[in-house]
């Protein structure tokens, strides 16, 4: 594929990607409402809250540094490019060996400049909010890198094209491997995973650094209009990238084999199925995990990293490390 | 032939400015950027020959050839130019164009500069001599320039304590350093009778002695000290925040590298590269390169002044380089030692040019604002926004984020050093943790609410504001090729410290 029909089909995946998870906005919110026995907005609202705040003033706090407006561009443009690298049914556009990193490193950046915009600002509420991020930021990525990681390699193994990159898992699933440690081991990964992306997305106990009713939003305090509404398109974004790669790592099926598709018309209904794997991730982990669960702690919620999920993480890694031997088969 | 002319420069620079300072302070620093920028010519068509050709270059003083007549031995003092060295005086030169360049404004109100513009060029010249020489009393003989001038250049400012403090520290400390490599040297003469660092690798080849691995102790310690490893770095820490700033950026971005860790590789590989065991010289090195590492980082963290935090953080970077040079040498001959090798070199010029830049930035704050404590710094991307944005590239490729240079060095080092024992990779990869909380803290307090002292706060002048801009250049467009610089440039490099009998044969010929 050469460069000008990668970049084509790179815009049509933005427009896709940031229609679906807007989409998936509204439908959770319907969800979580009917949970609660509430009629809740209507399907389409996230588009028309991002309508409206971009049509609103945007107001620049006095204290605010140049690095405010930027920031938001910046978050917005990390994460569309995070789309070229991530798994959307099909080996990503530029995908190459060793991308992982690339992708950690791009999903850790747009938490790192929402920090920096809320920094920027020069309000209490947002720098509050930003260190908390930043906490958090730094306790969660340990045990999903650990678990990433440690998939990737025990795939390496069975032989694939590019080691370390994200299309790996669409050669080999983990489970392929079926002896009983690695299932194990996997079901464990698994639940770190669900437990990461829900700190990612900020739902449930993760609500920490925006805390609508303890902090007034914390990290987004002093955002408004339009940069508002471009930090709201980014997390959008995000949370569908995040739970894509839950998807890619677990659930790589696909079914266009059996459709006996091919060629574009095979992309696009792997797209679209998914998108619908997304969606059941995101239920899971966002919809019913915010209803259930309020908010902890801050030091609650690191405790919890560093003590529940790092060693989970750990031991599932160790598992799929010594089913390597062939101890049980 | 442009080789000597990379010493004339300078050194006719450094003794006509006295003279042409006569004609006022404009024509004195019209002056010093001139001469420098000539250096940088010079340095670049040197380094674009050397590149070319990939063959080293011998330059002998005085005569034809560097053999005596009628002996098979070189008599004289030569000059020997390899990719490696033509590379890192290109990076000498840049560095010292852009300090000269910003000290023009930096430095318009202190006394003396007829006697700053001097040293700061006798100092490039002892910087430039140590990168090409190829004698082993010449090596010395520059390294003593270049020390001697850093030591005056650290106490320049003499009405204040800690220049004074600084200064005398550094010059003690530094001079017995500086004899302990002299002993070496003397001790190697003692024993081989020659001081041409080709034939006395040859010679050790021949006759590894015991003499000879007391002097290479003697040397490593001396060069040690000079580049600011971990038992002896306390000299930097006082010297860097002491000295002015556009001193600060040629000491930790040059000095430390071409007087400490460039001639520990070059003595370790091409003189005594023949002759001793590489595996213990190089895992000694990683000993120190790991406590370096360590302790530079996380020392960086709890400082509150600014250049202090440079400072530590400049001991941490060394690390590094050393880390890359004992790997090189432990792994020597296999793919490993040479990723390590060239991970190192191409981390020593990507540090010079983000330390230099991060070191610029804080001379800028300090002369607008007056102090360089962080808890006043607060809220300065507000009043400063090209210098704190200057900030922000320096800190995220010293870092080491993936769209600038950084990365590319440091991904080389963390590899290889993953390849040859996981467990060093481990503590680079601690070091490198330490390092990033240190920046951090340093950004935040740049974006955080502007404090009183901040708010009337401006940017400097051009002449202040360029030469950042043209680091931040270097690093953003160096960050975009790292790859091809890397198979380019670094990995040559690194084979030609490695190829030590070309090194060898390059002067004695076929003997």
């Not at chain 1, 049914?89 to 850790?108: H, N, Q, R, S």
């Not at chain 2, 080789?3 to 003279?19: D, E, H, K, M, R």
């Not at chain 2, 507000?382 to 991904?411: C, D, E, H, Q």
Request: aromatic share 12%; with cysteine; net charge neutral.
């Amino acid at each position: 594929m050469n460069v000008l029909y990668a970049t084509l089909g790179f815009i049509g995946i933005y427009a896709y990607v940031s229609f679906a998870s807007l989409l998936w906005g509204g439908i959770d919110r319907k969800l979580v409402a009917r949970m609660q026995r509430r009629m809740g907005p209507p399907l389409l609202q996230p588009f028309y809250d991002f309508l409206k705040l971009v049509s609103k003033e945007s107001i620049i706090p006095r204290d605010a540094n140049r690095f405010f407006e930027l920031a938001p561009v910046l978050a917005l443009a990390v994460s569309i490019a995070l789309l070229a690298y991530t798994p959307l049914g099909f080996e990503p556009l530029f995908g190459t060996k060793g991308d992982v990193i690339l992708f950690v490193y791009l999903l850790t950046l747009i938490g790192f400049l929402r920090v920096l915009g809320a920094v920027s600002s020069g309000s209490p509420y947002a720098q509050i909010g930003a260190q908390r991020e930043m906490i958090i930021l730094v306790s969660r990525e340990g045990p999903m890198m650990l678990a990433l990681f440690t998939i990737l390699w025990r795939l390496s193994e069975l032989g694939v094209t590019k080691p370390f990159s994200m299309g790996t898992f669409y050669e080999h699933s983990i489970w392929e491997l079926g002896t009983p440690m690695s299932v194990i081991g996997t079901v464990i990964l698994l639940f770190v995973f669900m437990a990461w992306l829900a700190s990612e997305i900020e739902v449930g106990y993760f609500d920490i650094p925006e805390a609508e009713t303890e902090l007034a939003e914390g990290t987004m305090a002093e955002y408004s209009g339009r940069h508002l509404a471009l930090f709201e398109l980014a997390s959008a974004i995000k949370a569908f990238v995040s739970a894509s790669l839950v998807v890619a790592v677990f659930f790589p099926w696909g079914i266009s084999q059996y459709l006996g598709l091919t060629g574009v018309p095979a992309m696009v209904v792997e797209l679209l199925f998914h998108t619908l794997k997304v969606f059941a991730v995101l239920f899971v982990s966002m919809s019913v995990f915010r209803a259930v669960t309020g908010r902890l702690r801050i030091n609650q919620a690191v405790g919890i990293f560093w003590t529940r999920l790092l060693p989970a993480s750990i031991v599932g890694a160790l598992l799929l490390a010594l089913d390597t031997l062939g101890v049980i088969a | 032939m442009m080789l000597p002319y990379l010493i004339i420069v300078p050194l006719f620079g450094a003794f006509a400015t006295p003279l042409v300072g006569l004609a006022g302070k404009k024509a004195r620093e019209l002056w010093a950027v001139l001469i420098t920028a000539l250096t940088l010519g010079v340095a670049s068509e040197l380094f674009y020959t050397v590149w070319k050709s990939g063959e080293i270059m011998v330059y002998t003083l005085g005569g034809k050839n560097p053999l005596g007549q009628g002996v098979g031995f070189p008599i004289r003092i030569v000059w020997e130019v390899d990719l490696l060295s033509a590379l890192f005086a290109l990076m000498v030169t840049l560095i010292a164009f852009v300090a000269v360049l910003y000290s023009t404004e930096y430095m318009r109100h202190d006394t003396g500069l007829e006697k700053y513009y001097t040293l700061v060029l006798v100092l490039e010249v002892g910087m430039l001599g140590i990168a090409i020489t190829g004698d082993l009393f010449n090596f010395y003989v520059f390294l003593e320039i270049m020390s001697i001038a850093s030591y005056a250049l650290v106490a320049f400012r003499n009405d204040t304590w800690e220049g004074i403090e600084a200064g005398i520290k550094y010059m003690f400390t530094g001079s017995l350093a500086s004899a302990f490599i002299l002993l070496g040297i003397v001790l190697l003469y003692g024993q081989y009778g020659t001081l041409t660092m080709a034939y006395l690798a040859k010679m050790i080849a021949g006759n590894p002695t015991f003499t000879a691995k007391v002097a290479l102790g003697l040397l490593a310690g001396g060069l040690l000290f000079k580049s600011g490893a971990v038992p002896v770095h306390m000299w930097l820490a006082d010297a860097h925040p002491a000295a002015p700033s556009s001193i600060s950026a040629m000491l930790s971005g040059l000095v430390i590298k071409i007087g400490g860790t460039y001639a520990l590789a070059r003595l370790a590989f091409s003189v005594f590269g023949m002759g001793i065991s590489m595996k213990t010289v190089g895992w000694i090195i990683i000993f120190f390169a790991c406590a370096t590492l360590i302790v530079g980082n996380a020392m960086a963290i709890i400082q509150t002044d600014m250049k202090r935090l440079f400072a530590f953080s400049s001991v941490g970077q060394i690390g590094y380089i050393l880390l890359g040079i004992g790997i090189g040498l432990a792994a020597y001959g296999s793919d490993v030692g040479d990723v390590a090798l060239a991970g190192a070199i191409y981390h020593t010029v990507n540090h010079a040019l983000m330390k230099a830049l991060l070191f610029l930035v804080a001379g800028a704050v300090i002369h607008q604002l007056g102090t360089k404590n962080l808890n006043e710094l607060s809220g300065i991307a507000r009043r400063m926004p090209v210098t704190s944005f200057a900030f922000l590239v320096g800190a995220a490729a010293i870092i080491g984020l993936p769209p600038l240079n950084g990365f590319a060095s440091k991904w080389l080092i963390y590899e290889s050093s993953a390849l040859f024992n996981p467990f060093l990779a481990a503590i680079a990869i601690i070091g490198t943790a330490f390092c990033t909380a240190a920046y951090i803290r340093v950004l935040f307090t740049f974006f955080g609410r502007p404090s009183e002292r901040v708010v009337n706060a401006t940017e400097p002048g051009k002449a202040m504001l360029v030469p950042m801009l043209i680091l931040v250049l270097a690093i953003i467009i160096m960050g975009l090729f790292p790859w091809a610089i890397s198979e380019k440039v670094m990995i040559p490099a690194a084979k030609t410290l490695e190829n030590f009998s070309a090194y060898v044969t390059a002067v004695l010929g076929g003997v």
